[in-house]
């Protein structure tokens, strides 16, 4: 499982924000709020995540804080 992803924040969008992590790109689906509180493009950012796992799918949702997760 993925807990937690603190990288460089490369983009976001409607729903979702990439964090590039020693080069690589993850994309977290994330809330409008938890996204409002991301900062910056560029900036150091940490995600909490919850990994969800389906027959057909793979996704990360991420949270400003733990103990919203």
């Known amino acids: 499982m993925i807990a937690k992803l603190t990288g460089r924040l490369d983009s976001t969008g409607a729903g ?7 080069g690589v790109g993850y994309l977290v689906e994330c809330s409008a709020r938890t ?3 991301l900062g910056a493009l560029g900036d150091l950012v940490t995600l909490h995540t919850e ?4 027959e057909d799918f793979l996704r990360l949702i991420g949270f400003a804080s733990a103990e919203e997760r």
Do not use: I, K, P, T
């Open 51 to 54: 990994m969800l796992v389906g």
């Open 16 to 22: 979702h924000a990439v964090l590039d992590v020693g």
């Open 35 to 37: 996204l409002s509180h």
